[in-house]
């Protein structure tokens, strides 16, 4: 995976296939066991955040396997998140993710959505009342101050559309080097991509398969004729097409599995190569960014309450 690597605007790489470690049932000795299995497959990059909950389980899996000589601290990327509740102090916030994870630093911490919860809020499904005014500025003070102190080695963002990077980058003396976002082959956040390809910043996409599993996903991206056709002209998988039309863009993905046959699956899309005429033919699948957005709003885990305050002009 060493040769697989994004170049960011401050010089740190990123690899361009990310493990997710999410999971419903926060299951630690599940997650250590597939970050392992990970680990020895080639994965290098895994994501986490504190609202998962899988920063302990990460922590616990990484070290042991420093520990037995799988690998170097410095050949692995650890990316974590601030949570909403947290924006009044990110310093803090990302000293309680590194006792967490027990390391010294972390490669990278990213502000996990552009809005603000109250100071108690620390589950996942807030309530209308948990709302409170962002203060971004201010949040991204408190990143820049996480980056100066040694805590982590770049700072980005995460869920923000093309007028709240913009927004940003007015204010910003250190500019963000990654915005992770939804992306996938009916969801291909053109404008947004642009926005960030013009200010150097990278697109790691979540989701790359449609976040299938979850109760906002769709199996239509790897069921889709056109995905299917491509990856059985290549004997491929159609993940395996999804997953490669991403790293086409330019973006790095960041999948979700820990069923072994898949995180193969999943990784040996690298090996994977498509022609034009199969980018041309996704480049014809209907877009669903609508019913994403809608099922967003009307959610009650989503901070947004309109499609205008959720995406701006991206749809």
């Known amino acids: 995976m060493r040769s697989y690597q994004a170049m960011l605007n ?3 790489t990123l690899p361009i296939i990310g493990m997710g470690t999410y999971s419903g049932e926060n299951d630690r000795e599940t997650t250590e066991k597939a970050i392992r299995a990970a680990i020895k497959m080639g994965y290098r990059h895994f994501d986490t955040a504190k609202i998962y909950g899988s920063e302990l389980a990460l922590g616990n899996a990484l070290r042991r396997a420093i520990h037995d000589g799988l690998i170097e601290r410095e050949d692995i990327h650890v990316t974590s998140k601030l949570w909403s509740s947290d924006h009044h102090d990110p310093v803090s916030a990302l000293q309680q993710t590194l006792q967490r994870l027990g390391m010294e630093y972390i490669d990278m ?22 709302f409170e005014e962002l203060d971004m500025e201010n949040t991204w003070s408190g990143m820049e101050r996480c980056l100066e102190m040694g805590l982590c080695k770049s700072i980005g963002v995460s869920n923000f559309s093309s007028r709240k990077i913009e927004e940003l980058i007015d204010f910003a003396c250190v ?14 956040q053109r404008k947004l991509r642009s926005i960030c390809g013009d200010y150097g910043i990278h697109v790691s996409a979540y989701s790359p398969l449609g976040g299938p599993g979850n109760a906002w996903g769709t199996t239509a991206v790897v069921d889709h ?21 991403g790293l086409y863009q330019g973006s790095s993905v960041i999948v979700k599995s820990f069923n072994p046959r898949r995180m193969k699956e999943n990784i040996r899309a690298l090996d994977l190569t498509l022609d034009d005429w199969d980018l041309f033919e996704i480049e014809k699948m209907e877009e669903r960014k609508i019913m994403r957005a809608e099922y967003l709003i009307n959610d009650t885990t989503s901070p947004y309450k309109t499609i205008e305050e959720l995406w701006d002009d991206e749809i």
């Open 225 to 245: 004729p056109i995905i299917q056709s491509i990856a059985h002209k290549h004997n491929a998988t159609p993940a395996q097409v999804a997953l490669r039309w």
């Open 10 to 12: 401050n010089g740190e």
């Open 109 to 130: 911490y990213l502000v996990h959505w552009p809005v603000a919860l109250k100071a108690w809020v620390d589950y996942p499904v807030p309530a209308e009342e948990d």
């Open 175 to 188: 500019s963000p080097v990654v915005n992770q976002v939804e992306m996938h082959p009916m969801w291909r």
